[in-house]
C-alpha cells in the first residue's frame, strides 16, 4: 500500500477527509485493473448531532469515463455524528486506468431536521511517482 496525502472540505461545520492509498497488491497492471483503498473522516464541528443519510461518488477515469455511485449510507450504516466527535470508515475503488479521481457529497440531516450536503473533496487516484494532484 502507498500512502498519498489526505484531501480536506468542510461545509457546514462538517469536515470530510479523505485519504487515498494505492493497493499494488490487489492491482494487475497488465490486466488493466489498478485497485485504490480510501479512508474517511468526517468531523461534527457543529452543535447538533448529525446522520449520514447517503453517499453520492463521482468516479472518473483516465480516459474521461465517468461513473456515479449513489447508495444509502456507507458500508452498510448511516451513523450518527454527535458534536465534537468524528466518524471513521474505510473503502476502495477499482478503475481501469492507471489514474483517476473522485468527488462527491454525504446527504446529511441534523437533530433540528435540516438537510444538507457535505462535500467531499475531490481527490486524485495515482500510481505512485504521478505528479498529477487535484485541489
Do not use: K
Not at 485519504?19 to 497492471?29: F, T
Not at 485497485?35 to 452543535?47: D, K, P, R
Not at 458500508?75 to 470508515?89: A, F, H, K
Not at 446527504?107 to 504521478?130: H, K
Amino acid at each position: 500500500m502507498y500512502d498519498t496525502r489526505a484531501y480536506e472540505a468542510e461545509t457546514d461545520g462538517i469536515v470530510v477527509r479523505v485519504q487515498p492509498s494505492y493497493l499494488a497488491g490487489q492491482s494487475d497492471p497488465e490486466g488493466g485493473r489498478w485497485v485504490w483503498a480510501y479512508q474517511v473522516e468526517i468531523v461534527n464541528l457543529t452543535g447538533v448531532p448529525v446522520q449520514l443519510m447517503a453517499r453520492r461518488w463521482v468516479i472518473t477515469d483516465a480516459r474521461g469515463h465517468v461513473e456515479e455511485v449513489r447508495g444509502p449510507g456507507v458500508i452498510g450504516e448511516q451513523p450518527t455524528i454527535l458534536p465534537g466527535e468524528s466518524y471513521s470508515y474505510a473503502s476502495g475503488c477499482p478503475l481501469g486506468t492507471a489514474s483517476g479521481s473522485m468527488v462527491g457529497g454525504y446527504a446529511m440531516t441534523d437533530a433540528t431536521g435540516r438537510a444538507f450536503e457535505a462535500a467531499i473533496p475531490a481527490f486524485s487516484l495515482d500510481v505512485p511517482g504521478d505528479r498529477r494532484v487535484l485541489n
